[in-house]
């Protein structure tokens, strides 16, 4: 079992920058794919962006691409998640996930059903 637990959340003005990370811990040397989820209030939860751990293959969400890039720490066993040009539709929970299964997919499309370990979340606030 891999546990994961987010950091980096807080409140933005529009256009402004945050970097979330995700630090794994578990015996595993191959985490398979983490990825980013958000869910805002009153909306399901959507996968943001992916890497696959055993050749960095990167994937997004059409709504973040170009803005939101994902990348990772081997040593540190951690991800992160460097957000620009944020804008008030970027705010929710931001969650972190991982499956040793899983292999991110190029068309940005990823569900929480893919995935079975789970951080506990970090809110992201987008607001003047």
């Known amino acids: 079992q891999v546990q994961l637990v987010e950091s980096g959340g807080d409140v933005v003005q529009p256009g402004g920058s945050l970097r979330l990370s995700c630090e794994a811990s578990?015996?595993?040397?191959?985490?398979?794919?983490i990825a980013w989820f958000r869910q805002a209030p009153g909306k399901e939860r959507e996968g943001v962006s992916c890497?696959?751990?055993?050749?960095?293959?990167?994937s997004y969400a059409d709504s973040v691409k170009g803005r939101f890039t994902i990348s990772r720490n081997n040593a540190k066993n951690t991800v992160y998640l460097q957000m620009n040009s944020l804008k008030a539709d970027d705010t929710a929970v931001y969650y972190c996930?991982?499956?040793?299964?899983?292999?991110?997919?190029?068309?940005?499309?990823?569900?929480?059903?893919?995935?079975?370990?789970w951080g506990q979340g970090t809110q992201v606030t987008v607001s003047s």
């Open positions: 996930a991982q499956d040793v299964d899983y292999y991110c997919p190029d068309n940005g499309y990823f569900a929480p059903l893919d995935f079975r370990s």
């Open positions: 578990g015996a595993t040397s191959n985490y398979g794919a």
């Open positions: 890497i696959s751990t055993s050749d960095d293959m990167t």
